[in-house]
């Protein structure tokens, strides 16, 4: 399961660039000629192609650019691609002039030590840096000479997470010139089936969009392509400059029929787990603010209007207090309060009156907010079925009181005990980001950034939609013990309305057919269970997103739009009106056979009815052709004798057989004698047999 153990990857060293002798600076002489449109600097990015492949959330992306210098002397070409900071890549190449250079992509601390030493030797290096609120940029650069090609390939890949309620897969548009062939193309592949996908760019109107634009879904498919003509990519209909600079957001849901989805693939397993529905946990809330001198000016004006915003969002059944730390720490109240109408009055008269004052006592700071959120569950001020979050705001480093960053976090964990979370929210730069998430993190939370921007007040009421209404807490995510090897987190204090818990892991047997799952938690009224059951030895049939479930025991017949599927006992057939005939055959072996499995065989009946232009593994065989067997011999089995098959211009050496042919009879077939050919029908077949397996679902 590729998304069960990311790596941290930062770094595509391009050293054997260097290494073949390709020179730094060439140079060569070529006649003046007039340069096409959309050439910069004398270098043209003639294509620009995103691809990206969606199936169970996760997303394989494939950004390719290609670049031709137009100019007379060696030009350097850059590569710049923003990616999510949640995803990681997996491969980088680099061709030229049809020679690839295939990348190293090295973990964090490694590559970058790589990327100065290769920086400092003159080799070429790229190197992943933060950029904006929500991505990485990757960036690599290369001389070519005078009229060479040259394609970059980045491949990177993410687990899409849902987010309010939808699922946000997030591409950064900026080609920087008019390009010629600019398309993003997005394939999506949902099991569960899809229930929204739309595609919107900040960059461009909604008319340009929409012509430029095409998005579509039914049952389990999602489809979205976005290819502007050079006219559509203008910033003004006589400029030469492109208007393509900004974000390309698609966004999606899936069917949920049950609060969760178990899928089995190759001896692995991933369990989403969504429920909806639920009425919200009250929750107590300590807001821990910051108010050192720093935060004086806008921070503390936009830090106010998003408490303000937040205190509107608060239901009567929450509970409440500030504490607030400079140089030392005072708070609202001596415990926290009910939110009722007049309490949160009070609340925003103090909110309004807050003032900036002194040092950034972090330590002292937390530590009140956690003693009074465990004080509350002692003296039972707060209601039983109720959760508790601390969620801090700073803008610095601690600078008085205990400053030492691993002191702060051992006190806090051991104040908190693991009894709730804590979200840290760094406001700007100028403070130890990685010091605010390792705190939120070993306490079951999280750390966001909070960007000095005009929307900071809006970032800050945004993080507290996602923590503002939990549906359940001590999420328990149970397994059959037995049948695991390795598993991912599957346990959470809370799970929050419109997100998603998604746990992966592997299974002792690969043939697994069946597997369950339990689901336990707290809910604002009692304790749930969910449970939810996948077997492969049932047959499921989509009426768009309407599932039917049979067993292969069954004996029934369905009928729709031309199409007629009939199960009877352990084979199913199915007809397309007047064509051709499939048959589906559950073969069945011993049980406890140490090798052999149960399988499905795929048989096609009436195959003079397919077309001449049939091909595939199959198809290619439909129509007659041409062989010989000769030189009948005895084989190394006795009773299995060899022989030579002339096909296809090529000499093979075959053995005989028998197998049962299911045209006449779909029930028990007809053995058949036959000749097997070797090595995966090499000779017999066009190429070899791995052209025929698929990638992918698209």
Known sequence: MAFAWWPCLILALLSSLAASGFPRSPFRLLGKRSLPEGVANGIE???TKINSKVTSRFAHNVVTMRAVNRADTAKEVSFDVELPKTAFITNFTLTIDGVTYPGNVKEKEVA??????AVSQGKTAGLVKASGRKLEKFTVSVNVAAGSKVTFELTYEELLKRHKGKYEMYLKVQPKQLVKHFEIEVDIFEPQGISMLDAEASFITNDLLGSALTKSFSGKKGHVSFKPSLDQQRSCPTCTDSLLNGDFTITYDV?????????IVNGYFVHFFAPQGLPVVPKNVAFVIDISGSMAGRKLEQTKEALLRILEDMQEEDY?????????????????????????????TFVKSMEDKGMTNINDGLLRGISMLNKAREEHRIPERSTSIVIMLTDGDANVGESRPEKIQENVRNAIGGKFPLYNLGFGNNLNYNF???????????????????????????????VANPLLTGVEMEYPENAILDLTQNTYQHFYDGSEIVVAGRLVDEDMNSFKADVKGHGATNDLTFTEEVTTEKITLWNRAVPSTFSWLDTVTVTQDGLSMMINRKNMVVSFGDGVTFVVVLHQVWKKHPVHRDFLGFYVVDSHRMSAQTHGLLGQFFQPFDFKVSDIRPGSDPTKPDATLVVKNHQLIVTRGSQKDYRKDASIGTKVVCWFVHNNGEG???????????????
């Open 320 to 348: 409440l207090n500030f504490i607030l730390f400079s140089g030392d720490v005072s708070t609202w109240k001596e415990h926290l309060v009910q939110a009722t109408p007049e309490n949160l009055q009070e609340a925003r």
């Open 112 to 117: 970058k030590k790589q990327y100065e030493k």
């Open 45 to 47: 990015v003639y294509s």
């Open 255 to 263: 069917n949920r029929e049950s609060p969760g989805n178990v899928q």
């Open 684 to 698: 017999l077949i066009d190429g070899v047999h791995t052209d025929y397996i698929v990638p992918n679902l698209f």
């Open 436 to 466: 605010l998430e390792n705190m939120a993190l070993e306490n079951h939370g999280f750390a966001r950034r909070i960007y000095e921007d005009s929307d900071a007040d809006l970032q800050l009421q945004g993080f507290y939609e996602e």
